[in-house]
């Protein structure tokens, strides 16, 4: 019988080791991304790494370039790497196309770009109307965020459909006992759903959550999400359960100006720098009230993020100790 492995993971330094133990298992290992035509050359070594990563211009360069020296190695040693993200791979299409001066009309009417292009028009002017209204009052931000995350949560859907119809293509191709790594960021669960439902009976569906798997290794249940995933989420699988939007909103908009957003790099000290910070700042929010969020958001809405959290602990000390005595519950992850 063949194996996919599904690996969630945050795409951080990180987790790469784990990611990579995970790969070296496998004979196949699917990455998302958009395929690149400079991919080979740089796995085998013509075209630097460095410049790939700016060429590609990567959301996390440092990740990046850890993961594809790795990849370097496990490809000289005979795995088999693919790029594969059908959704990406049309939206540089259209990029391309613009560029070259064709009009947003004509390519709406192109059965393969017009949904991507109608995702990405609708979640990004969404993102605008967000960053429009900073001065406007938290009531209003409030919305426009719970708008921006229903627009993804739509495009994150049709996103993880086309993916896993791509690689149940490739699937067809393989030999019935192949092992098949299939990279994925951790808020696209319905790419698990999608391959779930369409996988052939020989292979083995596995899912790995990177977060879940390490907090776990250390005797520990899990994790809150945060917020804004929270909300994602909700939005993703349908209203089946109660919960407080306005309240997961608002908590997403104080939570999103606390937290690092530079990547970091672990050390022997601290070996799990983002999920530290996430976590301590994922507690603090959820002892949050609508009406404190409110209040910190006047407080915070335009500081920078160290200033931002000097506000916080001086306005809430109560809700801060309360949350370093949470992060004191998962000190193994970083000892």
Same mark, same amino acid.
């Given at each position: 019988? &063949?194996?996919?492995?599904? $690996?969630?993971?945050?795409?951080?330094? @990180?987790?790469?080791?784990?990611?990579?133990?995970?790969?070296? /298992?496998?004979?196949?290992?699917?990455?998302?991304?958009?395929?690149?035509?400079?991919?080979?050359?740089?796995?085998?070594?013509?075209?630097?790494? /460095?410049?790939?990563?700016?060429?590609?211009?990567? &959301?996390?360069?440092?990740?990046?370039?850890?993961?594809?020296?790795?990849?370097? &190695?496990?490809?000289?040693?005979?795995?088999?790497?693919?790029?594969?993200?059908?959704? *990406?791979?049309?939206?540089?299409?259209?990029?391309?196309? *613009?560029?070259? $001066?064709?009009?947003? $009309?004509?390519?709406?009417?192109?059965?393969? *770009?017009?949904?991507?292009?109608?995702?990405?028009?609708?979640?990004?002017?969404?993102?605008?109307?967000?960053?429009?209204?900073?001065? !406007?009052?938290?009531?209003?931000?409030?919305?426009?965020? %719970?708008?921006?995350?229903?627009?993804? +949560?739509?495009?994150?859907?049709?996103?993880?459909? =086309?993916?896993?119809? +791509?690689?149940?293509d490739l699937l067809k191709n393989l030999a019935p006992e192949a092992k098949i790594y299939i990279e994925a960021?951790?808020?696209?669960?319905? =790419?698990?759903?999608?391959?779930?439902?369409?996988?052939?009976?020989?292979?083995?569906?596995?899912?790995?959550?990177?977060?879940?798997?390490?907090?776990?290794?250390?005797?520990?249940?899990?994790?809150?999400?945060?917020?804004?995933? &929270?909300?994602?989420?909700?939005?993703?699988?349908?209203?089946?359960?109660?919960?407080?939007?306005?309240?997961? !909103?608002?908590?997403?908009?104080?939570?999103?100006?606390?937290?690092?957003?530079?990547?970091? %790099?672990?050390?022997?000290?601290?070996?799990?720098?983002?999920?530290?910070?996430?976590?301590?700042?994922?507690?603090?929010?959820?002892?949050?009230?609508? @009406?404190?969020?409110?209040?910190?958001?006047?407080?915070?809405?335009?500081?920078?993020?160290?200033?931002?959290?000097?506000?916080?602990?001086?306005?809430?000390?109560?809700?801060w100790q309360k949350a370093q005595a949470y992060e004191g519950l998962y000190r193994n992850l970083w000892k």
């Open positions: 019988m &063949g194996k996919i492995t599904v $690996g969630l993971t945050p795409h951080r330094l @990180e987790f790469l080791p784990e990611s990579l133990r995970l790969m070296e /298992e496998h004979d196949l290992i699917v990455l998302e991304e958009p395929p690149h035509p400079k991919f080979k050359d740089m796995l085998e070594g013509r075209v630097p790494i /460095e410049d790939f990563v700016l060429e590609t211009e990567a &959301g996390f360069p440092e990740y990046a370039l850890e993961l594809y020296r790795a990849l370097k &190695g496990l490809y000289a040693h005979g795995k088999k790497i693919l790029q594969v993200e059908p959704y *990406l791979e049309r939206w540089v299409k259209i990029q391309e196309a *613009l560029a070259e $001066g064709r009009e947003p $009309g004509e390519l709406r009417k192109e059965p393969d *770009l017009s949904q991507v292009y109608f995702h990405e028009h609708e979640t990004f002017g969404r993102l605008l109307e967000f960053y429009g209204a900073m001065k !406007a009052p938290f009531e209003e931000l409030v919305e426009r965020i %719970k708008a921006f995350a229903q627009a993804d +949560a739509c495009r994150i859907e049709f996103r993880d459909r =086309l993916r896993a119809g +791509a690689i149940l960021g951790y808020i696209h669960l319905k =790419l698990i759903y999608y391959l779930a439902r369409g996988k052939p009976s020989y292979y083995k569906l596995v899912v790995r959550n990177l977060i879940l798997s390490t907090v776990k290794a250390r005797g520990l249940n899990g994790v809150w999400p945060s917020p804004g995933d &929270g909300l994602t989420s909700y939005y993703l699988f349908g209203k089946h359960r109660q919960i407080d939007e306005d309240l997961l !909103a608002a908590r997403s908009l104080i939570y999103i100006r606390l937290i690092e957003k530079e990547e970091l %790099k672990p050390t022997e000290k601290e070996p799990f720098p983002h999920l530290k910070n996430e976590l301590f700042w994922r507690a603090f929010v959820k002892e949050l009230s609508y @009406e404190d969020c409110r209040a910190l958001d006047a407080k915070i809405r335009l500081l920078s993020t160290p200033k931002a959290r000097e506000v916080a602990r001086s306005l809430y000390p109560q809700v």
